[in-house]
């Protein structure tokens, strides 16, 4: 089997009602993302940062995964898929994709701010000042700005042994995720699904001019009469 590796962004789960960061509607024009999103934030004002995610977590529970989730969940009957996400939602999960890497963190998941417990907490809210059995005040299971992306070495690997690469919604503002496709064998295909601009990139792409939904119906036609 061929191994495809996506990575996607917000845009993926845009159709399924959750806000994307950048552009117009964006999360980043309503809250400054230094405050709720770094590491910092957290340090000064960590009540605010729980409750951002808490909303988050929230809104979590009342949407559902997309078309474009399912067709990357249903490409495993002729692919080996592995989906590196900067999404913090567990749309891939609820759509059934099974081998799903969050590289900034897990919005039903909590954990120690030295990382040594993680908590599953599902939708319900974290407590500001809410401590794990051992009395370690728990944090958002999120990485922040500021801090290492522990997951990216294990992303560079995918990323390397992948046959075609698959970007979908993100406007590939944030490293690492932004040079990810750098670690792409030079003849690895790869293919840009987003329905705004182009992101600019160092190699030769394929860019499927679409909301994920509508790309990705198109993309899996490509794949299944070009790839199999
Ligand atoms: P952005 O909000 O920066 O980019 C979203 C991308 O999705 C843009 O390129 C849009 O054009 C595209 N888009 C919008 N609607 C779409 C749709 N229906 N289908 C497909 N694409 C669509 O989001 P990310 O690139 O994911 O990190 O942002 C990266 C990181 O920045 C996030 O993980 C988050 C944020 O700060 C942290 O908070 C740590």
């Known amino acids: 089997m061929k191994k495809i590796a996506f990575l996607t962004g917000a845009g993926i789960s845009e159709e399924s009602g959750i806000a994307t960061f950048r552009g117009s509607g964006g999360l980043w024009n309503d809250y400054d993302v230094m405050e709720v999103a770094s590491i910092d934030g957290w340090y000064k004002n960590p009540e605010l940062v729980v409750q951002f995610y808490n909303e988050r977590r929230q809104q979590l529970e009342s949407v559902e995964p997309n078309e474009a989730h ?127 601009h182009l992101p600019t990139i160092s190699r030769k792409v394929e860019f499927i001019q679409a909301k994920a939904t509508e790309g990705m119906k198109q993309l899996k036609e490509q794949l299944l009469t070009s790839f199999l």
């Open 70 to 196: 399912y067709i990357i969940a249903e490409l495993e009957q002729w692919f080996d898929i592995v989906v590196i996400t900067q999404n913090v939602d567990n749309l891939h999960e609820r759509a059934g994709s099974s081998q799903i890497l969050h590289l900034h963190g897990e919005l039903t998941k909590v954990c120690t701010e030295d990382h040594t417990n993680i908590i599953d907490i599902g939708y319900r809210n974290l407590r500001y000042g809410e401590k794990d059995k051992q009395g370690k005040l728990l944090r958002p299971f999120i990485v922040w700005f500021g801090e290492s992306v522990p997951k990216l070495v294990e992303a560079i690997e995918i990323v390397e042994q992948a046959d075609i690469f698959v970007i979908v919604g993100t406007s590939l503002n944030v490293q690492p995720a932004s040079y990810l496709y750098s670690y792409t064998d030079n003849s690895t295909p790869i293919f840009l699904i987003d329905p705004h």
